[in-house]
């Protein structure tokens, strides 16, 4: 008996959880929230944070969805470009005139897609540095820490 009283707690939990979120999402206040649906403030604001991060929790979901499928594509282009280059590289066509030309197109193909999978994860972002003190430090201090390194600040 105590099971079902639970699986209708949780029912009741989502029910009102979304109806939470549709009453914020058409601009309610969390105040008026509470009252229509007959539940605190601070449970209006905690349905509303898990709302939240169930919401972007699926977006990420549907980001590596995306980006997998996008990979997959572009494994594929690579894959046949490279095919193809391997196909017609150091052949000639009827009139005996080379046809590295086919090869070259490929390959530029092949970089191209190289280069859209390299941004798909983010391997071509640059490297964010950072610092941090223990202590505060004066400017002279500072200047004079840069001034121990040949070059602080690389290209």
Not at 59 to 65: C, I, S, T, V
Request: proline share 3%; glycine share 6%.
């Amino acid at each position: 008996m105590s099971r079902s009283i639970h699986a209708k707690d949780i029912a009741r939990k989502l029910r009102n959880r979304e109806a939470a979120a549709n009453l914020r999402a058409d601009g309610w206040r969390l105040a008026d929230i509470a009252t229509e649906i007959g539940i605190s403030i601070g449970t209006v604001h905690n349905y509303l944070a898990e709302a939240k991060q169930e919401a972007n929790r699926r977006a990420g979901d549907l980001g590596e969805q995306i980006r997998a499928t996008e990979d997959v594509r572009l494994l594929d282009i690579i894959d046949r470009g490279m095919a193809m280059v391997e196909a017609v590289a150091g052949k000639c066509d009827q009139h005996g005139a080379p046809i590295d030309f086919k090869a070259a197109s490929a390959l530029g193909t092949v970089l191209r897609a190289s280069e859209s999978r390299r941004r798909l994860y983010g391997v071509d972002a640059p490297t964010k540095v950072t610092a941090s003190f223990a202590a505060p430090m004066t400017e002279e201090e500072a200047l004079a820490i840069l001034a121990d390194y040949d070059n602080p600040f690389p290209d």
